[in-house]
């Protein structure tokens, strides 16, 4: 029987973040500065139950190790003193320009909307990418357009055509989410220009929204709250996924339809940045006021990031694979062909698994069953791909399924990234994406059913 502390160790994942103890949630400021790649994240490192917000911060020359660096920002200041809420990063001329909501909370029997809470939008400069030089407020509650709750926050800023923007998400006093536009010659001063909103009500409040450009369209990407669940979207608690801007973001334009990231159970307040011609976006593999707690808080951590994933528009919608550098850190390598069943051990719980010319055609069906937890299945006559918590301990907390509806004999090819405790599953490369946390007993055995060929890479984390 293995002691508590080294299956903890079972469970930490060997390339996916995590933070160094406690808490982490939102990725927060990402940017490529000075050589190396830089992931701040909502952080509380003395408990991994959250509490008062700071920046952790990472970095990395290759997206795949990564440096421990000191916490970046506290709450230090009156207008941040409660929290130093999610944001975004800016580099220009060779300075990091961090951007924060300083959260403020008022003693007193508040309502929790409408007041009792300032969410400020602080700006924050460095110059060697490590510590803060300075903090600068930009926006009070005060400053505003009228007409919303005191829940605005998660500024993005961008340049565009010359100028600084950046996207802030609101709630309005009549409970809906919309995303605030303002702009700027210089960084300090800034003008409101524009409201991106649908035109019916969708959700009460978009946290973390993101703006950019990707293949020749303009994408405002958005975290709603309050999304109705239907049966194939909208599944867990809060939402995150996209919509195409038709129009010009600066003035009149509508929203397209609205496309979620991902299919699974943890995949949250997502945030991109662009370096090397390429879009990278993060997320965190988590999910606020989730109706359970990670099974690693007994062990001092809980919650951890998504992988990076590289973005590109194809036919109006986004794809979405994992950053081709996660290929390095294969090692042993293994092709099998599955006709009906195979089953095979491993005593690794890092794997990339590979399964392609998936044949549905002889009515094999399609199923794998991963370490006794974890079973995806593709239901032939509804086109469902499905994932499925079968794990017989209480780490499933409650969580079944999640589907991914595809066309009826769409299934081809599926790529399955396994870290300890999290699953990333790519379907048809381009159909979606299920991302969940899992916590299984042991790293023993795959069972499959099938006829397809299978490519199993051992990972080193
Ligand atoms: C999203 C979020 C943000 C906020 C941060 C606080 O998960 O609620 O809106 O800035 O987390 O940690």
Known sequence: MKNSVSKCDLWKPGYHIIPPS???????????????????????????????????????????????????????????????????????????????????????????????????????VSTDGMKIDKKLPLLYNRDYPEGLTCHVRDPKVFKYDGKYYMVIGARTKQNRGQVLVYESEDLSSWKFINTLSTKEQFGYMWECPDLFELGGSFILAVSPQGLKSERHRYQNVYSSGYFIINGDFRGRCTLGNYTEFDSGFDFYAPQTFEHDGRRLMLAWMGMPDAQYTNPTVKYGWQHCMSMFRELNLKHGRIVQVPAREYKKLRKGHKVLRSEGMLSFETENPCLEINISDIDIGNNAGFGISIFDTLELIYDVPSGEFVLIHTDKNKSAYGRTKRVLPLQ??????????????????????????????????????????????IEIYEISG
């Open 22 to 124: 406690g808490w982490l949630n939102d990725p927060n400021g990402l940017c490529f500065f000075n050589g190396y790649y830089h992931v701040f994240y909502q952080y509380v490192p003395d408990s991994p139950e959250g509490g008062l917000k700071c920046w952790g911060h990472y970095r990395s020359r290759d997206l795949l190790n990564w440096e421990e660096c000191p916490v970046m920002m506290k709450p230090d200041q009156p207008y941040d003193r409660n929290g130093v809420y999610s944001g975004s990063a800016l580099i220009e001329n060779d300075k990091m320009y961090l951007f924060y909501t300083g959260n403020v909370k008022h003693k007193g029997d508040y309502d929790y909307i409408n007041s009792g809470r300032e969410h400020n939008t602080v700006m924050a």
């Open 408 to 453: 009826k004999n769409e299934l081809k090819k599926i790529d399955i990234f396994l870290d300890a405790s999290c699953a990333e599953i790519f379907v048809n490369d381009t159909s979606g994406v299920l991302s969940t946390r899992y916590y299984p007993e042991n790293y023993k055995e795959i069972n499959c059913k099938g006829s397809f060929n």
